[in-house]
């Protein structure tokens, strides 16, 4: 019994130490690619840090692009792969893109005590967004940005523009982004992942990142939503397995209830997301594929024909409609011919609509990027390069210092002596005693 226990024992052991050096494995062969050097770190209103990349053509001052990226996902899907993505793409053009990574991610740092899984779609609203945009009028002189989204990060534009308006938009522009079930089939969502997402939702992003070699060999386009024929050959596992982040288990809730239910309401029920994007006030270009199973066409197109009066066009991605394949949900935005069929017609949009400058004012101490914490690894290199500088370069002998003698004390002057006072003409000398 006991001899079988440790048995037992000793082969968990081995099966989660061969799982974790297998990923430790994958980690170094596919490291994460952040291709700028200008990474900002901007504090919420309840102390977390979140990052900001931001990407431009030297130190050229384009209109702002905010890119809000997709549930359990990060910017890689902006920024990969290389001279094939969106950003590069729009910074090709002159604008300057803000890459946002919202709480939860791998890069954000959370403050003590912060529960991981209380994480809601409120927060990114209430606290993540508006202290990003606030951070990019600061440093690029724009009083307006222009808002990319992706799935989730387009659902978060609707929110937001419901609860605060759109005075600090110039446009907006969504890829697959949906607002409720209503109008469609449904999705089938895999039960048993997602609820073990729920159960360990670490666990599962360890899982599903260790599964992305495996399944980009033998193809796993319906767990990922993607439409394989259509990525091109740079859209492979150092892509798929650095976009995949840690789900909190609330907001996976939430998600999930846009899927499956006919309406999402936020905020105590003050935000429908069905209203916030049909009274939407702001120029709007919003794209659905033809093989999306979140935003479908016939869905698009409803909610193209009960939105209020304004200013907004759909883009259906099909072949039907003269596209190269029928887009999916993720090659939206790593299509084979998306630079032609997606980033330009992006482009095209936000030069259409200019953002507003900033009134001028001089810069102050909290409009400075705020720099990221020093690490451990950076810390000991810098050490270790002052201390290899020391060695190299010897300091000068230093000078003796002579000491000047103390002067010598002065002698106090003497009075002269005065002269006896000469005798008078008639006067006889005084007899001297004898």
Known sequence: MISGLCLTLVLVVVFFGTLRGYYFLLESMYPERIRTNEKHYVSTPDLWQIRLCRHRAGRVQGEPVLLVHGFVSNQTLFTEPPKQCLVDYLVNRGFDCWCIELRGTRSSRAPFGQDLDAISLEDYILKDLPAAIKHIQKMSGHSQVHWVGHSMGGMLLYAYAQHFGTEELASGVTLGSPVDASGRDGVNLPNLSTKFARFWPAGAAYLFRGFVPIGVRFGFGSWVSANFDNLPSGAGTHLFFNMFERPSVRVLDQITGVLLNESLTLMDGNINLREAF?????????????????????????LDASAADGERILRVLSMN?????????????????????VFEPIADWVEAHPANLRPFQEEADE???????????????????????????PKPPAKKVVAKPAPAPKKPAVAPKKAAPAPKKGATKPKRKS
Request: charged share 30%; glycine share 4%.
């Open 278 to 302: 049909n009274s939407l006030k702001l120029p709007l270009l919003f794209f659905c594929g033809q093989r999306d199973p979140f935003l479908t066409p016939r869905v698009a197109q409803d």
């Open 367 to 393: 409009d400075r990027p705020i720099k990221a914490p020093m690490q451990d690894a950076e810390r000991m290199a810098l050490l270790d390069r002052d201390l290899r500088e020391t060695i190299r370069t």
């Open 321 to 341: 409609h003269g596209c190269h394949a029928d887009y999916a949900h993720l090659d939206l935005l790593i299509g084979k011919n998306a630079a032609k069929e």
